[in-house]
T-cell receptor
Framework: AQSVSQHNHHVILSEAASLELGCNYS??????LFWYVQYPGQHLQLLLK??????LVKGIKGFEAEFIKSKFSFNLRKPSVQWSDTAEYFC??????????FGSGTRLLVRP | EAQVTQNPRYLITVTGKKLTVTCSQN?????MSWYRQDPGLGLRQIYY???????DKGDVPEGYKVSRKEKRNFPLILESPSPNQTSLYFC????????????FGPGTRLLVL
């Protein structure tokens, strides 16, 4: 069965620190990968996605993620976080057109 | 404005009292789905719909029903709510499937006593 693991449940960083959130998935076929973000009081929204091609994907607000097929990973990175990046981040994967599997989420707190 | 709306946003009810959470999108999307979000478990898919009159179970469908009579609406029905259905519920839609960008509603926080 498909599954997504996010190993960091809570992350606390100071502003300007670098961020890397881990995401590993379990699926045997071709996958589409996503990172969604939920800012406090706001809707879930897409941060970035990978379908094919360049495994390094750039998203909004300076975020990027790298798809490493051999490691079944899709880690999210940002070189320098801001207080406004405080949010919950969800990795998601799909290998079909009907089912999207989410990880358990990572709560990021950025201290000013 | 393109959006997914849910109603109500907050609901407190008692065990066994039937309730419906509405979901509506104005983007002419074919694919719609419902998720529940619980601490430490992330979002889990309850039901999805590929188009009008086409619905199917997700990972946690027990205790829930859905219908898709119109393209824009996808209500979630709890025929006999139980306390373990206390959760935060999200509706989402996309043009044609789970492989596309999902547009989420604001969420409905449900407490079943």
């Amino acid at each position: 069965a498909q599954s997504v693991s996010q190993h960091n449940h809570h992350v606390i960083l100071s502003e300007a620190a670098s961020l890397e959130l881990g995401c590993n998935y379990s699926y045997g076929g071709t996958v589409n990968l996503f990172w969604y973000v939920q800012y406090p009081g706001q809707h879930l929204q897409l941060l970035l996605k990978y379908f094919s091609g360049d495994p390094l994907v750039k998203g909004i607000k300076g975020f990027e993620a790298e798809f490493i097929k051999s490691k079944f990973s899709f880690n999210l990175r940002k070189p320098s976080v801001q207080w406004s990046d405080t949010a919950e981040y969800f990795c998601a994967v799909t290998g079909s057109s009907y089912k999207l599997i989410f990880g358990s989420g990572t709560r990021l707190l950025v201290r000013p | 404005e393109a959006q997914v709306t849910q109603n109500p946003r907050y609901l407190i009810t008692v065990t066994g009292k039937k309730l419906t959470v509405t979901c509506s999108q104005n983007m002419n999307h074919e694919y719609m789905s419902w998720y529940r979000q619980d601490p430490g478990l992330g979002l889990r898919q309850i039901y999805y719909s590929m188009n009008v009159e086409v619905t199917d179970k997700g990972d946690v469908p027990e205790g829930y029903k859905v219908s898709r009579k119109e393209k824009r609406n996808f209500p979630l029905i709890l025929e006999s709510p139980s306390p373990n259905q206390t959760s935060l519920y999200f509706c989402a839609s996309s043009f044609s499937g789970a492989q596309e960008t999902q547009y989420f509603g604001p969420g409905t926080r449900l407490l079943v006593l």
